[in-house]
């Protein structure tokens, strides 16, 4: 049987693992004994993810809020984010070495966002590669200082040891990993959610990892540079043709293409509507952010988000 047609039989609650809980942003840690916000569990075979808090970066989730991943190659290990701070990529090694003898030999960061690169002195200093797309280097060497500092107001103690170390190899479009018994390739798809977003693509196996491309379960973002337009145009002619069976995204459990369609892309055109509609009829900006966004208020971090991104999205929309 070929490994597509065996991880076509594997039924998708047996992915998530026993115990596991459900996302919840009121849930401060799921894994006492670690660093980590949960463990790393195996998704598919070789492929492991330690999910994050659907909630704000915190002092007790350690800013463990987003998904940190690794995919065991036979060949060494390549790491998805280095996480916020030092303790995270040494927590994240150690739970590494309990499942595989295999050195880490590449860090991808999946974007110039502290919780992807604020890790990666821990992994420079053991002489690991740590690679990430051109726009996302240039912009944590523009803006590194203030991500540092922001983690060390909520991180406290938690931030020692954590100093600013950029990727050490960029790419523009493709790279593929040089070693390992399967295919790994890390694409830039073209412009999503922030400077410089990747995924990365296992087409053996038809799972990616999406990074910050892909939402469900808490409400995506729309920061003041997010171009919304270009993210729905990347989305239809590049990442939706991947036509992935696995997704796991930058923030939730591991999916399918389906969900986390429904909860960014559909997301996306539902609120551009909304606030075209509200263009239409004259509507000022203060107005804007009260627009009803009520069919995606059961997400984490929608008291945190929705207002916001309806008014960055009115900015954006208003001299289309």
Known sequence: MSLRLKLLCIPIFMTFGTN????????????????????????????????????????????????????ITGDGVVVINSGAAFVLAKAMHEEIKKVTDQPVKLIIN???????????????????PILAHSQ??????????????????????????????????TFEDKYVV???????EVLYLGPAHSTGDISVWLPEQKL??????AFHERM????????TADWLQTWKTKFEKLNALFVIPGHG???????????????????RNKISIHLENGGELKDAYYIDQT????LDTFDELATKNAGRVFQEMEFE
């Open 20 to 71: 596991l809980l459900f996302a919840n942003e009121q849930i401060a840690d799921q894994y006492p004994g670690s660093d980590l916000y949960s463990s790393p569990y195996e998704v598919i075979p070789n492929v492991f993810s330690a999910i994050g808090a659907t909630a704000p970066p915190t002092f007790e989730n350690t800013g463990h809020n987003n998904n940190l991943s690794f995919i």
């Open 110 to 128: 999946e974007n110039a966002q502290g919780h992807a690169m604020l890790g990666n002195n821990y992994w420079a200093q053991l002489g690991v």
């Open 208 to 213: 990616v990892v999406a990074g910050d491309i």
């Open 178 to 184: 040089p070693f390992g018994n399967f295919p790994i």
């Open 136 to 169: 996302a280097a240039h912009e944590f060497e523009e803006r590194g200082y203030n991500i540092l500092e922001r983690m060390k107001s909520y991180n406290l103690e938690k931030s020692k040891d954590t100093i600013l170390q950029g990727p050490t190899e």
């Open 253 to 271: 459990h591991p999916t399918n293409m389906q969900q986390v369609k429904r909860y960014t892309y559909d997301y996306l055109m539902y609120l």
């Open 220 to 227: 995506l973002p729309i920061f003041s540079d997010t171009n």
């Open 295 to 298: 069919p995606y208020n059961k």
